[in-house]
């Protein structure tokens, strides 16, 4: 990694009629989505339960995993009540009568929603392209926060050619359709923080939480695998 996108960008939406606490989660009669284990969302889930104090075992056992698009359905079909999904996908969910109940920045602070990556090789072979493609990263981000309404309107069109690639075999009844609203995309944009800069300690917090949680087999350290150095 040689610099970040964003930061935050999880949310755990909610049924309002049968959710009202985190601790409703708890419930047996409370369904839960999220995405596949190691993910990102799994790690917004774990990192929740945890800052909550919810044991784990209440909750783990009944969690349906499955995709962003798989998990709108089964909202849209009533499979499951409550679901731990990334950006832009939680605040899509609101428009069909979700609640937005707890985001990744109110259990995580300065935590890095994804970042731009590159083959060592290329790092090594050619740091001048490596260089001028962070520097229009940078560029991007700049316009992106200068220009919200545009930017959401972009991201809304490719959103939406996103959802529409989807596997069907992926995907659960009632979402055959998945236009993404410009004005949706502009809500979702304006929960997290487009920016490049990454700092060591946090991304060293978010690998020690998830070694705690047996998702690698050894401790590693930040600096083997970000060069925090390239654009300073």
Known sequence: AILGTHFYGYGLVVDPKKVREL???????????????GTAADAFMLRTLEKTKIDERSILPKVLRVNPVAAIGAIRTKRVDTAFLPEHWASLVEDYGMKMLLESKDVWDYRIGSVLVVKEELLRKDPGVVRRLALATKKATIWMNAHPSEASRIVAKYLSIEAERASLAERIDGTDSLDIPPETVGRSMSRLEYRN????????????????????????????????????
Do not use: M, N, T
């Open 23 to 37: 601790r409703d989660l708890e419930r047996r009669d409370v369904k839960i989505a999220c995405l596949r284990e």
């Open 197 to 232: 800069d990454l700092e060591e300690r946090q991304v060293q917090d978010l690998i020690d939480f998830v070694y705690k949680k047996g998702y690698l087999k050894r401790p590693v350290r930040a600096s083997e695998f970000v060069d925090f150095g390239l654009l300073r």
